[in-house]
């Protein structure tokens, strides 16, 4: 299994280019099986859980080809079955989001339970009650949903919890049913508002998507269409992060601040000088030590619950004591025990991590248990003192492209390393 190893102490400096984003690529690959045509993705990113969900789209059936710079062509009218094996599923959850497709472009769909993760139980109640809703024949047995539906029918859901793919995979299975849908306390997230623009880009009827309330107006086909995803504000924040932590200079392009804005308000609380571009922001924490900020976490626009790793590793070195709450997930502080072993001050009372800010990290071995747990033991790395080293990284690759070239253009010192 590859590691990555960091020798620590070098403000960053430069620009960095930001990739697709991984968390709208994945339904929106999902959604090409509503296609009655061949459908054309570009900016996609390089990743793990993307070439996760071609292998299951290819899998079973459908015609996948994989262009120059990741341009991925999908042609769902081959598909030969509509089954999502547990080998495929549990290596990545969010292939879940095949089910709703599925279900309303074939009339049936047999998907594995995801099972849970390192970060929480992750169950998919949500997405179930949703289909069976919209008057779906859902059933669980051998670890699997069996669902099927001669047409689904338009109706009106009420979510009791946000959930990201929950919303997803119900406006998908309702853009082919018969009739209008209503999705309320519909997750506001920019990477549900790319998938909405998708589906209308094949001919769906699909508003409100970035509001609470999601109408979809059911249609009898969609077409195929080309479409590029948009930028990955998780991974610019992370980036963001890493100038801060390091009290450096750096600058992604090829964003849209307007999808970071609970980031940077954080990020500006901790002291850093904030530049907004159209499509890029510039960080400066130059000779300055970050100051201690408080975050809690909530579905957007508050701030992200992929972002709270990132900020447990710059609140651990920053001046001050700052508390993080996550009111997200259960279980989703498993880099704190691995920050505490490079000297981390770091006190854990049920879903608040209150942590003291130390004047100095040192390098350590350190284990990745989930992707963002991984960055943010990548951002400790950088600016503890002598090496540390990141193992089972496979978790970072998941979703953070060419990780090490990115960080290498700012000048941290940093080499993957193979076994
Ligand atoms: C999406 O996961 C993202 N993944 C996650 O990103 C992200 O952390 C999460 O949304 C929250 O923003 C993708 O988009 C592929 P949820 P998702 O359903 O949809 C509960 C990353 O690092 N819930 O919004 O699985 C659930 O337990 C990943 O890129 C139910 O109870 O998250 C959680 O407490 C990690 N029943 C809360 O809702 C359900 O049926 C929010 O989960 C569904 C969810």
């Keep these: 299994m590859d590691s990555l190893k960091i020798t620590g102490g070098t403000p960053l400096e430069g620009e960095v280019r930001i990739s697709g984003a991984k968390n709208a690529t994945l339904p929106i690959l999902a959604a090409t099986l509503l296609a009655n045509g061949p459908v054309s993705i570009a900016n996609v990113p390089h990743l793990r859980d993307v070439t996760t969900i071609i292998e299951l789209l290819g899998h079973m059936g459908a015609a996948v080809t994989i262009g120059e710079r990741m341009r991925i062509e999908v042609n769902p009218t081959t598909l030969r079955h509509c089954r999502a094996p547990y080998e495929l599923v549990r290596t990545m959850r969010a292939s879940i989001l095949v089910l709703g497709p599925l279900l309303s472009r074939f009339g049936q769909a047999e998907v594995s339970l995801p099972g849970g993760c390192?970060?929480?139980?992750?169950?998919?109640?949500?997405?179930?009650?949703?289909?069976?809703?919209?008057?779906?024949d859902i059933h669980v047995e051998n670890g699997y949903i069996q669902a099927r539906a001669e047409r689904l029918r338009g109706a009106r859901l009420v979510l009791d919890t946000v959930t990201v793919t929950g919303t997803e995979n119900l406006m998908m299975a309702a853009a082919l049913?018969?009739?209008?849908?209503?999705?309320?306390?519909?997750?506001?997230?920019?990477?549900?508002?790319?998938?909405?623009?998708?589906?209308?880009?094949?001919?769906?009827?699909?508003?409100?998507?970035?509001?609470?309330?999601?109408?979809?107006?059911?249609?009898?086909?969609?077409?195929?269409?080309?479409?590029?995803?948009l930028p990955d504000r998780i991974e610019a924040g992370t980036y963001l992060?890493?100038?801060?932590?390091?009290?450096?200079?750096?600058?992604?392009?090829?964003?849209?601040?307007?999808?970071?804005?609970?980031?940077?308000?954080?990020?500006?609380?901790?002291?850093?000088?904030?530049?907004?571009?159209?499509?890029?922001?510039?960080?400066?924490?130059?000779?300055?030590?970050?100051?201690?900020?408080?975050?809690?976490?909530?579905?957007?626009?508050?701030?992200p619950t992929d972002?709270?790793?990132?900020?447990?590793?710059?609140?651990?070195?920053?001046?001050?004591?700052?508390?993080?709450?996550?009111?997200?997930?259960?279980?989703?502080?498993?880099?704190?025990?691995?920050?505490?072993?490079?000297?981390?001050?770091?006190?854990?009372?049920?879903?608040?991590?209150?942590?003291?800010?130390?004047?100095?990290?040192?390098?350590?071995?350190?284990?990745?248990?989930?992707?963002?747990?991984?960055?943010?033991?990548?951002?400790?790395?950088?600016?503890?003192?002598?090496?540390?080293?990141?193992?089972?990284?496979?978790?970072?690759?998941r979703g953070y492209e060419c990780i090490e070239e990115k960080l290498e253009l700012l000048g941290a010192r940093i080499e993957r390393v193979s076994g």
């Design 118 to 136: 390192a970060i929480g139980s992750r169950p998919v109640d949500l997405h179930v009650a949703g289909l069976k809703a919209l008057g779906a």
């Design 241 to 303: 992060v890493a100038g801060a932590i390091t009290s450096g200079l750096v600058r992604v392009k090829g964003v849209r601040p307007e999808h970071l804005d609970a980031v940077l308000i954080k990020l500006r609380a901790s002291g850093a000088d904030i530049v907004i571009g159209e499509d890029w922001i510039e960080l400066d924490m130059r000779g300055r030590r970050p100051r201690s900020v408080d975050v809690r976490t909530a579905p957007y626009p508050a701030f």
């Design 177 to 229: 049913a018969d009739g209008e849908t209503i999705i309320e306390n519909a997750a506001r997230e920019p990477e549900v508002v790319d998938l909405a623009a998708f589906l209308n880009a094949m001919g769906a009827g699909v508003t409100g998507a970035g509001t609470d309330t999601i109408v979809i107006a059911g249609v009898e086909a969609l077409h195929g269409t080309d479409y590029a995803v």
């Design 307 to 397: 972002m709270q790793a990132q900020f447990a590793a710059l609140n651990v070195i920053a001046d001050g004591v700052g508390t993080i709450v996550e009111t997200v997930f259960e279980n989703r502080f498993m880099h704190i025990l691995e920050l505490q072993r490079m000297g981390a001050n770091i006190r854990l009372q049920g879903n608040t991590a209150v942590i003291r800010g130390v004047d100095h990290l040192t390098g350590a071995p350190v284990m990745a248990t989930d992707l963002r747990a991984s960055a943010s033991l990548v951002l400790a790395g950088l600016v503890a003192e002598g090496d540390t080293t990141v193992r089972r990284i496979y978790h970072i690759d």
